[in-house]
């Protein structure tokens, strides 16, 4: 999905909706995004100005970003939809990284067609033609051999291995 920045410095943008956050704060949530390493790169650091959309930074970059901010404003409640959908397989264990330090200690709900997303979840819910067919972890959908069990194979083999219909499954974890 696309991750809304706005042409400012990095900082201004990982501390939208929290005015009052310290450098300090700011560095830290960009630590738990996982991507303090890529700012610290930067000429100017937390001051590089992104451009407009984070035209500056690679999609793997602006999703971190996205990430660190939702660190720092330390929601109870955090929706993530489609977070790695568009993204290359590094840029998407980086993601994953922050999003389990994100996720730590609260209630999220995870839409994903990448089930790599939602692998940990302690509960995952498949949706088919809108009507809940699945509910469980990861480890019992994959023993009952259903829908999930079927997405699952799909993505982690060739894909001429076997054809089924693909779902879209919902993840709901409660870490609170």
């Known amino acids: 999905q696309d991750v809304f920045l706005?042409?400012?410095t990095i900082a201004d943008n990982i501390s939208y909706g929290r005015k009052h956050?310290?450098?300090h704060d700011i560095e830290q949530a960009a630590m738990l995004a996982c991507c303090h390493g890529f700012i610290s790169e930067m000429p100017k650091q937390y001051l590089t100005r992104i451009g407009e959309r984070g035209v500056r930074l690679s999609g793997g970059q602006r999703q971190r970003l996205?990430?660190?901010r939702a660190v720092l404003a330390d929601p109870r409640v955090l929706i993530l939809d489609e977070a790695t959908s568009n993204l290359d397989v590094e840029s998407e264990l980086f993601i994953q990284e922050g999003l389990v330090n994100l996720m730590r200690n609260r209630t999220s709900f995870v839409?994903?067609?990448r089930l790599s997303t939602i692998r940990n979840a302690h509960k995952i819910v498949v949706l088919k033609n809108g009507l809940v067919a699945e509910v469980g972890s990861h480890e019992q959908l994959?023993?009952?051999g259903g829908s999930?069990?079927?997405m699952v194979v799909?993505?982690?083999s060739r894909p001429e291995t076997k054809?089924?219909?693909v779902i879209e499954p919902v993840a709901a974890s409660s870490h609170a």
């Open 6 to 8: 706005f042409d400012g």
């Open 21 to 23: 956050a310290t450098q």
């Open 66 to 68: 996205a990430i660190a």
């Open 111 to 113: 839409i994903a067609h």
């Open 142 to 144: 994959m023993a009952r």
């Open 148 to 150: 999930y069990h079927d």
């Open 154 to 156: 799909i993505q982690t």
């Open 163 to 165: 054809k089924v219909e």
